[in-house]
Each structure stands twice: as structure tokens, then as C-alpha cells.
């Protein structure tokens, strides 16, 4: 599990693509404190495993499922991406839980900035916008961010100059893809909602149940 603060920004070093796959050699330097392989990292939000480490460089092997619900496969050497390793168990939640499994991508379509903030408008698919809420979170590229309006199309963000500085979205401008993933919340309770009574009887979850619990 994930916060969406994002630790550094780390290098793209090489890209090893086979039939459908990937295998990525990531450069860093904070995340190395403790990183071992089997470990957790979170790459532009995607869950990735270190495979393998080296001086302050990790590998990671990309399967053809996330390969298709997110950008990296997009990604090419010297590119930057947002780096972040699971949550340890005594570290404080400062973000939203973040599972690091894409929903699927978005494409900025306007980058206004206003004094000291930067406006993000971000355009998806219908599927990931009927979990998007105004004042929710939303994780982009692996960052924890409040949506601060959301339309049939398109939902928007507001970033402070702290988040723009730590992450890519310094980097990113119209056109850009980022991968997105939805608040976890959403998606359990549209699927104990859409649920068989049969299905429903031995959980005890019914409508009536959830609205009394404030869903």
C-alpha cells in the first residue's frame, strides 16, 4: 500500500521490451535507504517489484497487463517518473491509500497556473470518471491530489508549488498522458451495491445496511 507522497523523482536509465513485456532500470537515491529486492515501488504510481538492485538503481519487471492499463510502456531512457516505496507500518498517512494498480490513463488537456498554484485539467474514459468526486482524491501518476471539479469529460486539480517541485508534474504540459487510479472507496461500494441478494445474504450487506452506515 501507497500514500501518493511521492519520496523523489527518479531516472529512467534502460528499457529491456520483450514480446510483451518490459523490464525497467530505475536510478534513484532517497528510496535506497532500505529498498530490497521483493520490496514495493511505486513508479509514476504503478506497483512495481525490485527484481533486482544495484548502485542507487533498481529493476523492475513490467507484465503485458500493466503494460496496458498504464503509460510506462510509453516510457523511454532519460525520462523522468515519481518514485515512492510502500508504506512502512510506523510512517505517517499523508496522502489518501493508494494500491499502485492503475485504472487507466488520462491526457492533460490544459495547464493554467494561478499565482502560486498550478491548474491540471484531465481528461478520461467514462469507467474513471464515475469514481471521480469533487473535493475527493484521486492518485495521478502515483501523486495524491484533491479533484477540484469534475465534468462528463475532464476533471481538474489544483497543485501548490511543493507538489509541482517534487514530482513530474513540473515536467508535464497539454498533451501529456498520466496514469490514474481511482480512490478504492468508490469501487467497493459500487460492487456491494450491485451485488445478487444472493450474494449480499452471507456478507449481511444490503442497501439498507450501507445507508444506515452513511454510504
Not at 12 to 18: C, T
Not at 134 to 142: F, L, M
Amino acid at each position: 500500500m501507497f500514500t501518493g507522497i511521492i519520496e523523489e523523482i527518479g531516472i529512467l536509465k534502460e528499457v529491456k521490451k520483450g514480446a510483451q513485456s518490459a523490464l525497467l532500470t530505475i536510478q534513484g537515491s532517497v528510496i535506497f535507504d532500505d529498498l530490497g529486492i521483493g520490496d514495493s515501488v511505486a513508479v509514476n504510481g504503478v506497483c512495481l517489484t525490485a527484481s533486482g538492485l544495484s548502485s542507487h538503481s533498481f529493476r523492475a519487471d513490467v507484465m503485458h497487463e500493466t503494460l496496458n492499463r498504464s503509460g510506462l510502456g510509453k516510457l523511454h531512457p532519460g525520462d523522468f517518473v515519481n518514485l515512492e516505496r510502500a508504506m512502512a507500518a510506523d510512517g505517517r498517512f499523508g496522502g489518501h491509500i493508494v494500491s499502485g494498480h492503475i485504472d487507466g490513463i488520462g491526457t492533460i488537456t490544459s495547464v493554467v497556473r494561478d499565482d502560486n498554484a498550478i491548474w491540471y485539467t484531465i481528461a478520461t474514459e467514462d469507467r474513471i470518471l464515475r469514481y471521480i468526486v469533487e473535493k475527493g482524491s484521486i492518485a495521478v501518476d502515483g501523486i495524491s491530489l484533491t479533484v477540484a471539479s469534475v465534468n462528463n469529460t475532464e476533471f481538474r486539480i489544483s497543485a501548490i508549488p511543493h507538489t509541482v517541485k517534487s514530482t513530474i508534474l513540473s515536467y508535464k504540459k497539454t498533451g501529456d498522458m498520466v496514469n490514474l487510479e481511482n480512490d478504492l472507496m468508490g469501487k467497493y461500494v459500487e460492487r456491494f451495491l450491485s451485488a445478487t441478494q444472493e450474494e449480499q445474504k452471507p456478507r449481511g450487506i444490503t442497501r439498507e445496511f450501507l445507508t444506515k452506515s452513511g454510504y
